[in-house]
Each structure stands twice: as structure tokens, then as C-alpha cells.
């Protein structure tokens, strides 16, 4: 057993010995898939603490001949799959966190040569038969090893983009690119590659690394496919966690949930776990990372970018164009970069159907409001925001004239560069100026109802706060919406909602650019 070559299954027996492991076994089941179709390539990108590393080790431990790892499998998924004593424990496991790599090198332009040395070191040793030349490349060590044994091999790159996201030097970068285009651009080499599996937070660079990397298929966070229930927890592991643990599933969805793939409902498994592990919800993203990532980039205010944080700021999605970004920290050329970066680090997540990104959850908001608070530019956010917890509170207590005063401020501030009198812009004078109910609710815009569609629906996440039912109104009454509300039977929507509701009419007055409120609190029997 070896660092590089075939390490074994130490680092993922730690894994299973940690209080919380949720099984993920099946993904070896859909990469054997992946071999026997010949789509050996696989490149997964995700945010931090998402469980990638954690896959690696799962793969190393299950290929690795290093190893006997059946025992180590047993009570799991995989050990029923079909496939599971195919290619269990056969192949040469090459494993290489570049991350670590590069952190602990001394001298960087020396990564590449230091790296490729200690993999064949192991190798001499592995393969003592075998005459190793001083000046051989990695890929042409493991050719000799395949032509004279038949041994093939499975590549596992952990955090394979750290080089993109670090400012290496020019020298080191095209020693990188030699290294990659060696390693999975050779002919020669492909027979002797069982799986090549990489990972990394950004997907593959769109200039120089695409050339190296155009034969691998892509899993990111805008479409995993079918990996797309295996790097992340889904609702179904949570709700199971939680019940188990005692903890609130409701409450933990809030917090946590957001990322949507292919049917799944994607959560961040390292806030999943510290959350259970303390029986706290909490904001533990900011023990990992920095909201500057997203002040660093809003900054850039690149035209429209300082409205559409507004706008997702206040629990509304924004179009966004994913397809031009380069995947590299010195290609933003608009707000769709900066967005599909953002995207693609965790901070926002992406309706691909829609094609719009929004905050995903309330742990994620938090990064947001932080980032914010230390940008002048967003001083008026700032105070709507600090407002907005005693707006709630006004509201459910029936202060209307709060409620209007809060919309005429909150009104005035979303309508840069659009209509003031726009129902866009009215609708998110209102997500904003509630912006503090995204802790306590489910808000539902344009909620189908008994005879039409509810504006805005605040849904509480714990039965001691009031539904809300919201109908807005241009040039119209205040009266005239709550009666709306009630003639339309707009509450038989909450049917399974057994609380208290109040229904806010809300009238704006375009010539007047005014608000009034009316609020009616309505008992379910």
C-alpha cells in the first residue's frame, strides 16, 4: 500500500467511523456503468464541502489492489449491485489531491517533477521487474507497467483545478497543462486507463485545460445527470437524519436545502451534519469559507448587477446566462460571469429549466447579507434589512400604516433602471421589504388558489406564526384586495394548514407613488 499508488481504504474507513455517514455506495455502480460503455472520462465539479473527496476515497477503496475492501463494503448498497465483485479491488489506483500537492511544495515550480518522482518511486517498488528510466514521464511509467503486466489503471485527481483558482506562475501553469494533456490525451496511454475521475469546484476551463481535458464528461452543479443524487445529501437522506436524530426536518430544509438536480432536492452535507452533531441551525458555511467571495464580485458591478442582488437578496430568481463563462478567476467579462461563478462555488443555485440562479436557502443568506453590509453601494438594503424584522412583527400584530410606510421606502429603492410603476418592481418592494420572513417561511409567489392566484403567499415553517395571504393592487383599495382575497377563496390553497391566517390587501397608487395596507386576521374552522 502506497500514498499515491493504491493507497487502500484508511481514509475511508475514517469516513465510516464518523457518527454520521449517509450511504453513497451506488455511484461506484452507475462509474462501473460508465467503464463498460467505454465513458471512462468523468470530471464532477462542486462547491466546498460537498462530499467530493469524500466519493474519492469511497472509489480508491473499492478499485484499489492494495486492498481487500469486500468486508469494508459488505452492508452496504453497492454489495447488492450486480456489478460489485466485477471490478472490485482489480486495477492500480493512482490517487493525487493536487490541492495538497501544491500547498505543500516549497518551491512550486518544482510540483510537477517532485509529484511525478514520488508516484514513481511507488511504483519501483510495486513493480520491481520493471526498469524505470530517471526521465520518464508518469504516463510513460505506467505504459511500461501496462505493456509488460497487463495492469491497468484507475486515476483519481482530487481538487484537480487548484492551479485555475491560485495565481501560479506562467511556468508551473504550462508544466500543468504537459502533465494533463500526457496523463489524458494519449492514445497510446488510453488502453492502460480503466476510469479517469477528477474533481474539483470549477468545471473544466473553456481555454487552455478544455484542449487537455474535451474528453471528459462533465457533472457540475448546473447538470449532474445521473451522478446527480451521489455528491450532495438529497431530502430523502435528510428527513431520514433528522428523524433519527430528533431533529426538525422543516427547520432543516430551510436552512440547508436549495440546490435542485434532476428531480433531487440537493443539500450541503457538511451543514447537514454539523447541524445534527449539534442539534443547532446555524450558519456553518462561514466556518469554511468567506462571504468576500461574493463582495469581491458584486463589486465589479458589472451593468444591472447591483439591481438583480436586490432582487435576490429579497427571495426572487434573475435570468442568468451560464454559457459564456470560461471557468476561470480572471474572465468576467458581465454579470452572467459573475453570477455562473457564483453559481459554481455554492452561493447561488441555478434553475436549469428556467434558466435563473437565486439564494438557495437561509444559511446561504446570510453569506449575502454579510457581504453586503460592507459594500456603501448597498447602504439602503442595508437599513430595509435591518427593518424588515419589525415590519414582520407589525404586520401579524395589524399595523397597516407600518406596512405602508415600509413599501413607500422599499418601492423607491428597487426601481433603478426600471419602471417605477412596473408590477415587477412592486412585487419586489414587497419580497424586500419581508426580506427577514425568509427565516420563518415558505414564500409562494403566484400561488394557485380556490379561483385564481394568490399574489404572495407567506407558508410558516412552525404552526405559532399566522399564513399570510397577500394581493396587491395598482390605483385600486387596499379594502378592495383583502375582499378580493375572501371572494376568491384564495386561502383554500392552505387547506392543509391548520393556523392562524391574516390577509393583507396592499393598494399602490401610481400617481401618488404611495402604498396603503389593510390587514384582516381570518380564522380556519
Not at 110 to 127: A, G, V
Amino acid at each position: 500500500m502506497g500514498i499515491y499508488l493504491n493507497p487502500g481504504t484508511v481514509n475511508f474507513k475514517e469516513t465510516l467511523a464518523a457518527p454520521i455517514y449517509v450511504d453513497k455506495t451506488m455511484m461506484i455502480a452507475e462509474l462501473n456503468r460508465f467503464i463498460d460503455r467505454g465513458n471512462k472520462y468523468v470530471c464532477i465539479s462542486r462547491p466546498r464541502r460537498f462530499g467530493k473527496t469524500i466519493a474519492s476515497n469511497m472509489i480508491c477503496a473499492y478499485y484499489s489492489k492494495g486492498c481487500d475492501s469486500r468486508e469494508l463494503f459488505a452492508p452496504f448498497k453497492i454489495a447488492s449491485d450486480s456489478s460489485f465483485n466485477d471490478k472490485i479491488n482489480r486495477y492500480n489506483v493512482i490517487k493525487i489531491d493536487v490541492n495538497s500537492e501544491y500547498q505543500n511544495t516549497l518551491h512550486k515550480e518544482q510540483l510537477i517533477s517532485r509529484l511525478t518522482e514520488k508516484i514513481k518511486r511507488e511504483m519501483r517498488r510495486e513493480y520491481p521487474q520493471i526498469d524505470f528510466s530517471d526521465n520518464d514521464s508518469l504516463p510513460e511509467a505506467m505504459l511500461n507497467i501496462y505493456s509488460e503486466t497487463g495492469d491497468t489503471f484507475v486515476l483519481i485527481m482530487d481538487e484537480y483545478d487548484v492551479l485555475v483558482r491560485e495565481d501560479v506562475s506562467g511556468e508551473l501553469f504550462s508544466q500543468y497543462l504537459s502533465f494533463l494533456n500526457g496523463l489524458f490525451k494519449s492514445d497510446t496511454l488510453r488502453p492502460a486507463i480503466l476510469l479517469a475521475y477528477l474533481t474539483g469546484i470549477l468545471p473544466i476551463v473553456r481555454d487552455k485545460i478544455q484542449s487537455k481535458l474535451n474528453n471528459f464528461e462533465e457533472y457540475t452543479i448546473l447538470d449532474a445527470y445521473e451522478l446527480a443524487e451521489f455528491v450532495g445529501f438529497t431530502s430523502q437522506e435528510v428527513e431520514t437524519l433528522c428523524r433519527s436524530h430528533g431533529v426538525d426536518f422543516a427547520e432543516c430544509r430551510l436552512w440547508y436545502d436549495g440546490y435542485r438536480q434532476r428531480g433531487f432536492e440537493i443539500y450541503n452535507p457538511r451543514s447537514v451534519i454539523q447541524c445534527i452533531r449539534y442539534n443547532e441551525f446555524e450558519n456553518y458555511w462561514s466556518k469554511t469559507s468567506s462571504y468576500e467571495v461574493i463582495s469581491d464580485y458584486i463589486r465589479m458591478n458589472f451593468d444591472g448587477t447591483r439591481d438583480d442582488v436586490v432582487r435576490l437578496l429579497a427571495g426572487e430568481s434573475v435570468d442568468v446566462n451560464v454559457l459564456h463563462f470560461l471557468n476561470t478567476m480572471n474572465s468576467f467579462s458581465s454579470k452572467d460571469d459573475v453570477f455562473t461563478y457564483l453559481i459554481h462555488v455554492g452561493y447561488l443555485a441555478y434553475n436549469r429549466k428556467d434558466k435563473t440562479c437565486r439564494i438557495p436557502n437561509k444559511e446561504i443568506h446570510e453569506e449575502w447579507q454579510a457581504a453586503v453590509s460592507i459594500d456603501s453601494s448597498y447602504a439602503v438594503t442595508n437599513r430595509i434589512i435591518a427593518a424588515s424584522k419589525s415590519l414582520l412583527s407589525a404586520t401579524i400584530n395589524g399595523d397597516a400604516s407600518a406596512v405602508a410606510s415600509a413599501l413607500d421606502a422599499s418601492h423607491i429603492h428597487v426601481t433603478s433602471n426600471r419602471s417605477y410603476n412596473n408590477e415587477d418592481a412592486l412585487q419586489s418592494a414587497i419580497y424586500l421589504a419581508f426580506i427577514y420572513a425568509l427565516n420563518e417561511y415558505t414564500v409562494v409567489k403566484e400561488m394557485t388558489t380556490g379561483k385564481g392566484f394568490a399574489d404572495v403567499v407567506f407558508i410558516p415553517v412552525h404552526a405559532d406564526r399566522p399564513a399570510l395571504v397577500i394581493e396587491l393592487k395598482r390605483n385600486g383599495s387596499a379594502d378592495g384586495a383583502v375582499e378580493q382575497i375572501k371572494n376568491r377563496q384564495y386561502f383554500d390553497s392552505l387547506s392543509h394548514y391548520h393556523g392562524r391566517l391574516l390577509f393583507v390587501g396592499i393598494n399602490y397608487d401610481e400617481k401618488e407613488k404611495t402604498h396603503t395596507c389593510e390587514i384582516e386576521r381570518f380564522e380556519k374552522e
